[in-house]
């Protein structure tokens, strides 16, 4: 039974990862690109995170949770290097594939240092296709652009 949960499990990912490549496909078609902007998320161990939004969709969607204080969390696909407005962190989020879930497989949760500190692991078994959603987190603030 538990080979069979984690198979489902990855083909979910798999499902999830082929969902949030498609809009990062579409950017290149739009017009000139829009200004970004940058949020701060925490996890259950209150260390913060940066993202750099860039699709006007989601900085409006962020923008609305923070307003609202809806329960959803964020979710995106790692790169594995850090980003001038996320120092803290030896990665970062890919800012065409962010989006915010209320609901999300297990294969993907994980926290903001544990990511860090198995950063070598990730896009393997651990965090299949680099795909992350640790399910703790929780918009915070807008930051300024760096």
């Known amino acids: 039974m538990r080979a069979f949960t984690t198979r489902i499990g990855t083909l979910a990912a798999a499902a999830v990862l082929a969902l949030t490549s498609a809009p990062a496909a579409q950017a290149g078609k739009a017009g000139p690109p829009a200004p970004a902007a940058y949020f701060e998320f925490t996890d259950l161990t209150r260390h913060t995170f940066v993202i750099q939004l860039t699709d006007p969709t989601r900085i409006e969607e962020a923008r609305s949770l923070l307003a609202s204080g809806e329960d959803k969390h964020v979710m995106g696909r790692i790169i594995k290097r850090p980003a001038p407005y996320n120092a803290r962190w030896s990665y970062h989020l890919n800012p065409d594939t962010i989006h915010f879930f209320t609901y999300a497989i297990e294969v993907c949760d994980a926290t903001i ?34």
């Open 113 to 146: 240092p544990y990511v860090e500190d198995h950063l070598d692991e990730v896009g393997g078994a651990f965090l299949p296709g680099s795909h992350w959603c640790p399910w703790t987190s929780r918009l915070v603030r807008e930051i300024p652009a760096p």
